[in-house]
C-alpha cells in the first residue's frame, strides 16, 4: 500500500489513527448516523467513497440511530479497498 491511500489524499498513518480510536473513548452525540447518510450512486465509486468520508469523519467509527458501531474489516483476503467499496454500495 503506498503512503496515501488512493484518490483519499489521506496517509496509512492516518487511517491508522482513525482505526484506533477507542469505541469507549466517543460520545454517541459527536458521530456521524449514518442511516441519515446519503451517497448520489450515479457517480463513480471513487466519487461516492469521498462523499461518504466527507459525511462521516472517521469511516471506522459511526452510528446507526442510538448504536455505536466501530467498523471492522477480517484478514480474508479480501482488501480494504474492496471491502470499503462493498460497504459503500450498500449505503
Known sequence: ?????????????????????????????SLMD???????RRRPVEKRRHQYFEKVGNPYLVRVGNIKVKVRFADNGVSMEDAFENLLLSV
Open 34 to 40: 449514518i442511516s441519515k447518510v446519503r451517497i448520489d
Open 1 to 29: 500500500m503506498s503512503t496515501k491511500m488512493r484518490g483519499y489524499g489521506m496517509t496509512v498513518k492516518k487511517y491508522q489513527e482513525l482505526q484506533a480510536v477507542d469505541f469507549e473513548d466517543v460520545g454517541l452525540g
